[in-house]
């Protein structure tokens, strides 16, 4: 539960000002005076090198009266011999050391009526090897796409100015990576591509003396598994015996996301101490003490590869007034010239006593005037007047004891860091542009900016085109996650980075819904709807529309419209329609339906199709043959076989529910393919299966004469088949043929076979023939042709005609 600092304390002054008269005594309270506290500062860690100045400070050496105090400095080396300094009484001290070894300084304050306890501060003094020491700090192992800092803050120059310069020695060759303020302490550049960076750092002084150090830096893929991060976090680092302290492990982190498990230990505690450590396997657990002093806990964090990280934390048990505890607040970047507010409303006391408040400057840029005007208020404002680091200290006491400083850091910049922002979709559809907008980022100063895209991971190869523009693009070519990474940069520093995943998934066609049936019947002259209204898009998307009309030859019916959903036509003959609808997404994805409108001049009940075949006695297709139906749907009710004899056609039954198809074309005339077939459904699908015609025999025919033949020189004998149909599911035909001969010569041509022929005549009054294979006459009705052998040979027969002779 957050507390309310200024209710809390508006509600302790109002408590002390009721329950009592005016006539309660006053109670004195005696100050009882505490011993100050020394603590030792230098403003970074440096490498100690013989020959160079050191500044160490006891600026946040404190005391909780607010007694003035005095300070004391000394320093010893390994052997415990003395060491002389310049200064020993000064608040800030500069040592320069004459050889190298082991030290320790020593610093104890006064606050005009005891000592500190002696703090100090031990330091390994090495040998400098150069007038230029260059310092690229420690080598590096990162993810893809981090911004990696780099720094020289332990680089030194014996004499003079220092002077830095940052280049890259090598990189991965498809890197585009550029390094930010290389003539600083301090550079930086993102790591855009896998692989191994190699870079260096040259230091100089004001004669040209240089130094060299180079730093690797190892990039890893952005997938691959982090340890996760320990961080131990509790109200307070003090606590009462037996009191309960929350110890909170949330703020422990995984960059990969993965779920964490926790474990609590203590792991050092004072001799004869009893702990207690409830929920030692969670991530809040419980501790408490019966005996004073320092107790080390530790937490371990892994994550469920097992990979783990350990922090730990000192908790000091008090049997007395607990130490309140500052918090200055977080270290910002701010404008130059900006007042700002420094607030210590997150400081706090354990036991929720009320707070003082006292702000100091400890560091501010040589050229600066800031003075505090109030120091001893919650908050207060400052205004930083040049560029440079600020460090504020704030010390708060709880009427009793003084907290441990707390210190903030305030960098005040004419320039401050853009703020990189990605719009897009996150998710996408395979083979469709996705477009990344950079525009929303932007820089506090409004100064134009530079954009660098770069993949974290993705789930195929795509390029990102015009990864260095404000609105780049990429195809997805894989289903799966791309996690793209933008940093802005306005010339003088860079963004911090963010991402985007995004997923990329098929696109689905479009799903066509026709309303009615995909084949029906209507009769001719009567409007027909077709409506694809329903038709959707799984992803939600628009559609549009493409109507077609196939019709019979001779009709002159139009579409109403052919790019809307809903469409008509009125037909103008009847026969077979084909409408065809097109429908696409707005990813391009197309779908085609179609709808057959059988249009018949009687009224249909039933529709469906008929198909079969048509063969000659060796199983050869009969093509071209012509069929005919009353029931057939199309512009002349004629319909013909193909080049391998097959048919097919669409047939529209009425009340009676059966159809007939019979041959058309000469010799098939009136030959009955299928007669009064029955359908039970709508819909329906027939196949008649094969059925067997006629081949062709070749015959070689000729007629001779009696003596004193009188009779016309050429006659036309008509052949009928005495078969009426050849059985067992062939074709259902009659067979009839006509050919004038010579008398006197012979005639070459064709019959169908196979079949038993009878030959006649009428064009002369001939009772009569003589059949010259039998050596009689006999009479014409009973004379015969025997085609039924199926020769390949051609069958040759003569014949003797007479005039009106007796047997």
């Known amino acids: 539960m957050k507390v309310n600092v200024f209710f809390l304390l508006f509600f302790i002054i109002f408590l002390s000002g009721c329950g009592g008269s005016s006539d309660t005594p006053t109670k004195q ?6 011993a100050p506290v020394a603590v030792i500062t230098v403003t970074q860690e440096p490498i100690f090198v013989v020959g160079q100045e050191f500044v160490f400070s006891a600026v946040e050496s404190h005391d909780a009266n607010k007694d003035k105090l005095t300070y004391q400095w000394s320093l010893v080396n390994s052997d415990k011999q003395a060491i002389s300094l310049a200064n020993t009484t000064a608040q800030n001290i500069t040592v320069v050391f004459a050889t190298e070894g082991e030290y320790r300084l020593t610093l104890v304050v006064n606050d005009g009526i005891v000592n500190s306890v002696v703090a100090s501060y031990d330091i390994n003094v090495e040998q400098a090897t150069a007038a230029v020491v260059a310092h690229a700090g420690p080598d590096q192992s990162v993810k893809l796409g981090a911004l990696i800092k780099l720094s020289g803050r332990s680089s030194y120059v014996l004499q003079g100015n220092i ?11 498809s890197s585009i990576a550029v390094l930010d303020k290389i003539n600083s302490i301090e550079s930086e550049f993102i790591a855009d591509v896998m692989g191994q960076y190699r870079l260096s750092l040259i230091v100089s002084d004001d004669t040209g003396q240089q130094s060299i150090d180079e730093v690797d830096i190892e990039v890893k893929p952005y997938t691959e598994n982090s340890s996760p991060n320990a961080v131990i976090s509790f109200i307070a680092p003090q606590v009462l015996i037996s009191q309960t302290l929350n110890l909170s492990a949330r703020d422990s982190y995984d960059v990969d996301g993965d779920l964490l498990t926790y474990l609590w230990e203590v792991i050092s505690q004072p001799s004869n101490s009893s702990v207690e450590l409830n929920n030692y396997r969670t991530v809040d657990a419980e501790f408490s003490a019966d ?3 320092d107790y080390e806990i530790e937490l371990t964090v892994a994550d469920p590869t097992l990979a783990s990280t350990s922090t730990s934390a000192i908790v000091k048990v008090v049997s007395g007034n607990q130490v309140p505890v500052a918090n200055a607040g977080p270290d910002k970047i701010v404008n130059t010239g900006q007042s700002i507010p420094l607030s210590a409303i997150a400081s706090y006391d354990p036991e929720q006593s009320p707070l003082a408040y006292q702000w100091s400057l400890i560091k501010k840029p040589d050229d600066s005037d800031l003075q505090l005007i109030t120091s001893n208020q919650q908050i207060i404002m400052v205004e930083l007047d040049v560029d440079g680091e600020y460090v504020f200290s704030l010390v708060v006491n709880d009427g009793q004891a003084d907290s441990t ?3 903030v850091r305030i960098t005040a910049k004419s320039n401050q860091k853009p703020i990189a922002k990605i719009k897009a979709a996150t998710s996408a559809y395979l083979y469709q542009t996705v477009t990344l907008d950079g525009s929303g980022s932007q820089d506090p100063e409004g100064t134009d900016l ?17 990864a260095e523009s404000k609105t780049p693009s990429f195809i997805p070519l894989v289903g799966g996650e791309y996690v793209v990474q933008l940093i802005v940069n306005d010339g003088s520093q860079s963004s911090d980075p963010v991402q985007l995943a995004i997923t990329a998934q098929e696109n689905l066609p479009p799903v066509i819904h026709l309303a009615g049936d995909s084949e029906r019947a209507t009769s001719y002259g009567s409007e027909v709807i077709l409506d694809a209204s329903l038709s959707k898009d799984p992803e939600g998307g628009a559609l549009t529309y493409s109507w077609t009309l196939s019709k019979p030859r001779l009709s002159n019916s139009i579409l109403a419209n052919t790019t809307e959903a809903i469409t008509s036509f009125t037909p103008l003959t009847f026969g077979t329609y084909t409408a065809s609808v097109s429908v696409t997404d707005d990813a391009g994805n197309t779908v085609v ?6 249009v018949s001049m009687n009224d249909v009940s039933w529709l469906g199709t008929v198909s079969g075949r048509l063969v000659d006695s060796l199983g050869r297709g009969l093509a071209n043959v012509d069929l005919f139906s009353s029931e057939a749907i199309t512009d002349s009710l004629y319909f013909s076989t193909d080049d391998n004899g097959y048919y097919q056609a669409v047939i529209g039954v009425g009340a009676e529910k059966k159809f007939s198809i019979m041959g058309y074309s000469s010799p098939f005339a009136f030959a009955n393919v299928v007669r009064d077939q029955q359908v039970t459904a709508n819909h329906f699908i027939i196949d008649l299966g094969t059925k067997t015609a006629l081949i062709k025999q070749n ?25 009426l149909s050849l059985k067992g599911g062939e074709l259902d035909q009659r067979v009839y043929s006509s050919q004038i001969i010579t008398i006197g010569k012979t005639s070459e041509f064709s019959l169908f076979a196979p079949f038993l022929y009878r030959v006649d005549t009428d064009d002369y009054p001939v009772i009569w023939i003589k059949n010259t294979e039998k050596g009689d006459y006999d009479r014409k009705e009973q004379w015969q042709l025997d085609l039924r052998a199926n020769s390949n040979d051609i069958v040759e027969h003569t014949f003797e005609v007479c005039d009106q002779l007796t047997p």
Do not use: M
């Open 405 to 407: 400083p707390s210190q």
């Open 450 to 466: 530079s954009y660098q895209w770069v993949w974290l991971s993705r789930a195929g190869d795509s390029e990102l085109n015009d």
């Open 29 to 34: 309270t005696t100050v009882v005076n505490q």
């Open 291 to 293: 005996t004073p002093g």
């Open 593 to 598: 339906k179609q709808i057959l409108i059988a």
């Open 163 to 173: 002077h830095y310069q940052w280049s890259f020695v090598d990189k991965p060759s």
């Open 699 to 723: 015959v070689r025919i000729g007629l001779a004469t009696c003596e004193g033949y009188s009779g016309p020189t050429e006659l036309e004998l008509k052949f009928n088949a005495l078969d």
